[in-house]
């Protein structure tokens, strides 16, 4: 059974945005900018937020946070993003998710520039990856595709069950994988919580992605010996035992699955480190652009 370690496969392109920075350096040119916003104090969006200003630091980007209060109101949030849509220092700007009740999500994605919506979700972004042209494809999903790239893992001709249709994972994840693009091409089902014999679709699947938010949701009795599982899923499990008081867990039971499976993502260490990359390669991509 293949593990698809998430830093193995993450490292690499790690090395490739390392060394595009440094030519860019070298070139006397500044390097990519990504701003990110950061309301409240959730502990895993600040968990998340802080990783992706590390990855900045080490790959050689400059990147800016900006706190804000969970008492700010959305239009100080739109004004602070109008700020950095018009600022040309900044090539990216990501708004970590979930907001503040008060605040609309849907509001918020349609305010950032498309240029610079290197998360991938204004309807835009959405909007291109549909059709099949160039565009920032959502972190994860991208990730999910870079794993599946390192791992020359072959996905033509296979079907791929996606447990989940949110806007952020599970739908642009069953796009890519049905598109006609390499590790694409799969027949592809979306399953949801109407779903009414899940077992029964994803024991066909030669790919299952779990991204549903339900802790080892996944079991080995559901999986065809020999498939490939992808486990998107990261939740916060209360345990005494542990140093923090919880443990994250993903939505596959990895040790079960591992008897069964081909190939599968471990959580943590799998896909949530390759959704950084994801990130990442869409703010050089977002910085080639607009430097044109
Ligand atoms: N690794 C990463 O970098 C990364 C990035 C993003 C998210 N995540 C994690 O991935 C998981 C999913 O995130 P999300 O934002 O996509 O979640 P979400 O918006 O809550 O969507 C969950 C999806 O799963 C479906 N679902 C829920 N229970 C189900 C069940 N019993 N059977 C079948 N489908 C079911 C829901 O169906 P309905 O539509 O019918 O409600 C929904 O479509 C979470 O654990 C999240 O923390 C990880």
Redesign the pocket.
């Known amino acids: 059974m293949l593990i698809l370690d998430g830093k193995v496969a993450s490292q690499s392109v790690k090395e490739n945005l390392t060394e595009a920075t440094r030519q860019l350096k070298e070139q006397g040119k500044r390097p990519p900018h990504l701003a990110a916003i950061l309301i409240g104090n959730n502990g ?1 969006s600040e968990t ?1 937020v802080a990783s992706k200003v590390k990855f900045c630091a080490e790959i050689g980007f400059t990147s800016t946070l900006i706190r804000l209060d969970d008492t700010t109101e959305e239009k100080e949030l739109l004004a602070k993003i109008e700020e950095l849509n018009t600022d040309d220092r900044v090539d990216g700007i990501l708004v970590q998710l979930p907001l503040p009740k008060h605040i609309s999500e849907a509001n918020i994605i349609n305010s950032i520039d498309p240029d610079k919506d290197v998360d991938g979700f204004h309807p835009v972004s959405v909007g291109r990856l549909v059709q099949g042209l160039d565009t920032f494809i959502p ?2 999903p991208y ?1 999910i595709m870079l794993m599946l790239e390192h791992f020359q893992l072959t996905t033509k001709g296979k079907h791929a069950v996606v ?8 739908r642009p994840m069953s796009i890519l994988l049905s598109s006609n693009i390499p590790f694409g091409n799969c027949t592809v089902t979306i ?5 009414p014999d ?1 077992r029964q679709m994803t024991l066909q699947a030669d790919i299952i992605i779990a ?4 802790p080892e ?1 996944v079991k080995a009795d559901m999986v065809k010996p020999g498939a490939i599982v992808i486990d ?4 916060r499990v209360d345990d005494a035992t542990a140093t923090r008081g919880y443990r994250i867990k ?2 596959v039971d990895f040790k079960a699955v591992s008897s069964v499976a081909s190939a599968v993502s471990p ?1 943590p260490g ?3 480190l ?3 990359a994801g990130l990442m390669k869409n703010t050089l991509s977002a910085y080639e652009r607009r430097n044109q």
């Open positions: 895993a998340y972190a994860t990730g447990i989940g249709r949110s806007n952020i994972v599970g399953c949801h919580s109407h779903t899940l991204a549903l938010g339900k949701f998107v899923g990261i939740t993903g939505d959580v799998g896909v949530g390759m959704t950084i």
